[in-house]
């Protein structure tokens, strides 16, 4: 079955400590992109990357980092300069050819810092 | 900078009835997507408008994209309880999205 898968669904981590959230897509996708989602708001842009080897910063990406070294994986890093960083994280991505960027989700990871 | 607000955020319908959630725009959109995301899960494209004055349907579900491209609306006719979940609008090339209206439907 074609796509996006995010590990782990729930993670917990101490205040302080750096977590990498994992981002695999198969779907020969060349866009790929991370949110955030806190309740009662919409979808935060955090990243995103149109090409391997690159990718921008979106509309809160302090306290984030991202790499792009493989097509299929897009993963995010939470450094513990993120201030507030439980939330709902979610993955997509963008197929090729597509001008106004329709985006398949992945499952999201629901990160709690203790 | 541009910003996309939907209103109602929470929207409690008795099954059978109908609802709307609508979609504002600072600015002129590009295109205007609709995602409706379940309780515990993740968003899932409905649809994406592009013209102006444009209208779509699937079902009971009608989309609308307004003739200055700066709105949307969603309806939903007769509700169902599978059409619980939050709805998001998304509009412009970096995809600016809403915060969502929830939408509860009480057999």
């Known amino acids: 079955d074609g796509g996006i898968t995010q590990s782990p669904k729930y993670l917990f981590r101490k205040e302080g400590q750096n977590v990498t959230l994992s981002c695999e897509q198969n779907?020969?996708?060349?866009?790929m992109y991370w949110y955030r989602q806190d309740p009662g708001q919409g979808l935060r842009l955090i990243y995103y990357s149109q090409i391997v080897n690159d990718f921008q910063k979106g509309d809160i990406a302090e306290g984030y980092s991202v790499s792009r070294e493989k097509k299929e994986s897009f993963p995010l890093t939470v450094t513990s300069a993120q201030k507030n960083p439980t939330a709902f994280y979610l993955c997509a991505s963008s197929p090729p050819g597509t001008v106004y960027n329709e985006q398949f989700f992945g499952p999201g990871t629901r990160l709690t810092v203790l | 900078g541009q910003q996309v607000m939907q209103i109602p955020q929470y929207q409690h319908v008795q099954e059978g009835e109908d609802f709307t959630t609508y979609c504002n725009s600072s600015?002129?959109?590009?295109?205007i997507q609709w995602y409706k995301q379940r309780p515990g899960g993740h968003p899932v494209f409905l649809i994406q408008l592009v013209k102006s004055g444009e209208v779509k349907k699937q079902k009971r579900l009608t989309f609308q994209f307004g003739e200055a491209k700066k709105n949307s609306s969603l309806h939903i006719t007769a509700t169902q309880t599978t059409d619980v979940g939050t709805y998001f609008c998304?509009?412009?090339?970096?995809?600016?999205f809403g915060q969502g209206t929830e939408l509860s439907v009480k057999p």
């Open positions: 600015t002129t959109l590009s295109n």
């Open positions: 998304a509009g412009g090339g970096k995809l600016i």
């Open positions: 779907l020969n996708h060349d866009a």
